[in-house]
């Protein structure tokens, strides 16, 4: 079926099982899927998609805003034109373009940028922590659904390598998030409370990470 939102159809799958309840998300290619139990009308599913038009809105928002950061290469927050020029060697930026003697130079470049940004703010902020923490383990990966994860079992923080996509007081506060799970393993508000003392900010960014 379709659906129509502010002038533009979109496709809709809804997926039948046995559910108690009804869940309503947008895939990469904005297609909206709807998982719902065998008993939901048509009239309903219509009804469920009017009464969230403004959720559909924003999670169609934000996958655009996703794919525009994968389809284009971002540097600390800046966009940046890839030029390759095969008679240079080094990687060399201006203010709209960088400059690659080929994209898998540009690839290594990056990744040794991550490892080396990534350390230096580590090592940055865990000394500014009062409370009694381990020094852990940096770990680095890509990941779809969290910026950073706190492993207190091999006393490790692994964080998501998109985040040299950003400005760098985005890697800041993960890095201070991450930190404070070695104080309070959860959400509490003592975790937050934790947290705010070291990025008072810290509001600003999860919503700027959220969008």
């Excluded at 940028?113 to 990534?118: I, N």
């Excluded at 779809?144 to 890697?171: E, M, P, Q």
């Amino acid at each position: 079926m379709k659906y129509e939102i502010n002038g533009v159809l979109y496709d809709v799958v809804v997926q039948k099982k046995n559910n108690k309840n009804t869940y309503l998300r947008v895939k990469d290619d904005l297609t909206i899927l709807i998982t719902t139990n065998f008993f939901t009308s048509r009239r309903s599913i219509l009804k469920l998609l009017k009464d969230h038009e403004k959720d559909l809105i924003r999670m169609m928002d934000k996958k655009c805003k996703q794919k525009e950061k994968e389809e284009n290469f971002y540097y600390l927050g800046k966009k940046y034109d890839i030029i390759i020029v095969s008679s240079i060697d080094q990687i060399t930026f201006d203010e709209e373009f960088i400059f690659t003697p080929s994209k898998e130079k540009l690839e290594r470049w990056l990744k040794q940028q991550v490892q080396q940004l990534f350390q230096e703010h580590l090592d940055t902020w865990y000394p500014k922590f009062q409370e009694k923490i381990p020094y852990p383990k940096l770990k680095i990966r890509k990941m779809k659904t969290r910026w950073g994860v706190c492993n207190r079992r091999d006393l490790s923080v692994t964080l998501n390598f998109n985040l040299i996509k950003y400005d760098l007081s985005a890697l800041d506060y993960v890095i201070v998030h991450e930190l404070s799970h070695f104080v309070h393993f959860d959400h509490s508000k003592e975790f937050w409370n934790t947290v705010g003392k070291y990025y008072p900010e810290y509001k600003k960014i999860t919503k700027m990470l959220k969008e």
